[in-house]
């Protein structure tokens, strides 16, 4: 049975999003190549980097033609810029992986800004991207969870993974509201009241 992809749409995600967030992980996970920890680490971390690419490559090669780049027009320098000068100036130690470790912190706290500046400029989203980005939001926010426990057990505590998660979760809070108030509600695509 042939699997037929003519249903994919890609309208709603942003592609600029996407592209940050396997900058992320390709800034987080160098030491890949000089580090092992496990079997199960190293392989979610290639799993992590393959579907990241993946993701990239079937927005702006495979399913070109229903990406909607009209609207993904965030200028991601804006966040970039930023990014870079805060790593290297707040960091654990001033080696290139630890820097390059920090940057991914940062920069994965305003990764979902273009897609969230889409979502505004259109003045809606499909539910199934709606759903994603909750989810994703939802990943994120987990994160505080599990900051808490380690901190109750083990004593440790990342101030700039906290921190960046912290930015990152207040990013969402907007978008929470309106899931709960308007997706959840069975209204399908979520319409962002017009400003006056």
Request: glycine share 6%; charged share 15%.
């Amino acid at each position: 049975m042939l699997y037929s992809t003519s249903f994919i749409y890609l309208t709603g995600i942003s592609g600029k999003s996407q592209v940050l967030f396997a900058l992320v992980f390709t800034t987080r996970y160098l030491d890949l190549f000089t580090v092992y920890i496990s079997s199960y680490n190293t392989v979610m971390k290639v799993v992590f980097l393959a579907l990241s690419y993946a993701t990239v490559y079937l927005i702006y090669m495979r399913f070109r033609n229903t990406y909607d780049s009209e609207n993904d027009t965030f200028r991601v320098e804006f966040l970039l810029v930023p990014v870079i000068g805060l790593s290297f100036l707040e960091n654990y130690s001033f080696t290139p992986v630890e820097i390059l470790w920090t940057f991914s912190i940062f920069l994965e706290a305003v990764a979902i800004m273009p897609q969230l500046f889409m979502i505004t400029k259109t003045g809606e989203a499909e539910s199934i991207t709606t759903h994603y980005l909750f989810f994703l939001g939802l990943y994120r926010a987990l994160y505080i969870g599990n900051w808490v426990w380690r901190y109750h057990t083990e004593g440790f505590l990342d101030q700039i993974a906290v921190v960046s998660g912290v930015v990152q979760t207040i990013f969402y809070c907007d978008f929470f509201y309106l899931y709960f108030t308007k997706v959840l509600r069975g209204r399908g695509k979520m319409t962002l009241p017009m400003p006056v």
